[in-house]
């Protein structure tokens, strides 16, 4: 027979396929997720707002228990711990996020007045009283502000002056608010005179809008704050007059 008929077993053993010549399952060489198997769901970028919003409840809820207790049992009455209790947090907790009673007690009076946070001077330059051209809407506007600044401010006003003579750091607070309100109204004087004024203009009006003043008025003598509001225009009118 011809060497090239039939072959036998040996070389056709040799002629099969190895598996090295066979082609790579497809499941060994696609990703996982190709293949079949479970992916992970894709991670949701983490919202911290929701827990920044409860933490400024919780301290605006600190503030209002403040503003409520010290006008009630004033500066010696009134304490961390008492705060934190009536407002259900620890005192660790007060201490650490307003860093004592007496920041705290400015914390509560601002609240009140001067749009929450705002100072003082920020209050008054948001006035833009310097843009108006007629002294007489000047003085208006600056009654109604004077208004909204020291009646809500004025049951503070006993409790910081208790804990000015007890307390260093609040006297320095009480010195800065004072000095504070003078510079105001020394900026104030020239906006609403037409001429020259009466040397004593400063501090007369600086006794007139003090939340003293105030107190005396309504709470010894039953003023109303709209009687309060039509002296105060009478009065700054006439110690802002010509000279």
Known sequence: MDGRGARGPLAQARDAPTPADEPAS?????????????????????????????AERRRAH???TASRLFPEHGWAGTT?????????????????TFGGKQAL????????????????????????????PDPS???DRFVDFVCASVV??????????????????????????????????????????TGPVHPDAIDEIVVLTRSETYLVLSGELGWTVERYAAWLRRTIAAAVADA
């Open 137 to 139: 809407v000047r003085l």
């Open 62 to 64: 600190v503030v209002a």
């Open 152 to 193: 809500p401010m004025a049951p503070f006003v006993p409790a910081m002056v208790q804990g000015a003579s007890e307390d260093l750091t609040m006297r320095t607070l009480l010195q800065a608010a004072r000095g504070g309100h003078v510079e105001v109204v020394t900026e104030l004087v020239p906006l609403l005179a």
């Open 80 to 96: 961390i711990a008492g705060v934190a209790r009536a407002a259900e947090v620890s005192p660790e907790y007060v201490s650490k």
């Open 105 to 132: 007690l400015m914390h509560a009076m601002r609240s009140a007045s001067f749009a929450g946070t705002a100072s003082l001077r920020e209050s008054f330059a948001a006035l833009r009283l310097d843009e108006e």
């Open 26 to 54: 497809t499941s060994a060489t696609l990703p996982a997720s190709a293949a079949g198997a479970p992916t992970a769901p894709p991670r949701r970028a983490y919202d911290a707002s929701g827990r920044r919003a409860a």
